[in-house]
């Protein structure tokens, strides 16, 4: 498995992944990535077709934006094909609610305040970091709204040139080559078998004989430059 990427039929799966990328039209609701001003002002049809999303929230090392920006220079890197004027979307989560079931999960009183300075801090960094660059979109969240809520909101305000879309947390980067242009012409290809491609942390051969979908006639698909595998999540 060259790539370790599997395909997965449950979406509510995908959206809990360290990485993934999904065709966004099916679910319903500059390799230099700092401060270049070169920026290609008029994005063409290959700009905007696949996008990036990184979600993030207050991390032990905030407000320093080290850790998101690994990320976001191993994506222009190391996926090989994807458009150096792809529209990125950074999703700064907010602290867990009051209002929360888990006592343990929330932060009150003066620990919640030196919080959310911290976080208005960490989000002001990437601001003012990617400012000249038209293709960053910093987005603030009032509220809380996990993986699934930051994916539904980046879906309801992609371009409509937009098809799809890669899914990250903002301390998952890629440490190899991934031909993107090659999952691309998959999904086009497959639209029915790929619907979402995940990128394995760690290997999934050794759990391979208890996953339903072990031995299926269509549990793989290879094509030129990427091999994919079905799993059931």
Not at 200 to 213: A, E, I, L, Q
Request: glycine fraction near 4%.
């Amino acid at each position: 498995q060259q790539q370790q990427q599997q395909q997965l039929l449950d979406d509510s799966t995908t959206i809990t992944t360290s990485s993934i990328i999904t065709d966004s039209t099916s679910i319903d609701t500059n390799t230099n990535t700092n401060t270049n001003t070169n920026t290609n002002m008029n994005p063409s049809k290959f700009d905007m077709e696949t996008a990036v999303l990184i979600a993030t929230n207050l991390i032990p090392s905030a407000p320093k934006i080290d850790i998101i920006q690994e990320v976001i220079e191993s994506v222009f890197a190391q996926l090989k094909g994807l458009s150096p004027n792809a529209p990125v979307f950074i999703i700064v989560d907010h602290l867990t609610p009051l209002t929360h079931a888990n006592p343990r999960n929330i932060l009150q009183g003066h620990d919640r305040i030196k919080a959310e300075a911290k976080l208005e801090e960490y989000s002001i960094h990437l601001m003012q970091t990617y400012k000249n660059n038209p293709n960053f979109h910093v987005i603030n969240n009032k509220v809380q709204l996990h993986l699934g809520g930051n994916l539904n909101k980046t879906l309801r305000i992609l371009n409509d040139q937009t098809h799809f879309l890669y899914y990250i947390q903002h301390d998952f980067k890629f440490i190899k080559e991934v031909n993107h242009t090659a999952i691309i012409h998959a999904m086009k290809t497959y639209p029915h078998r790929l619907k979402n491609v995940r990128f394995n942390k760690k290997t999934n051969v050794s759990k391979r004989r208890g996953d339903p979908c072990w031995g299926e006639p269509d549990a793989l698909l290879q094509v030129p430059g990427a091999n994919f595998t079905k799993t059931s999540g």
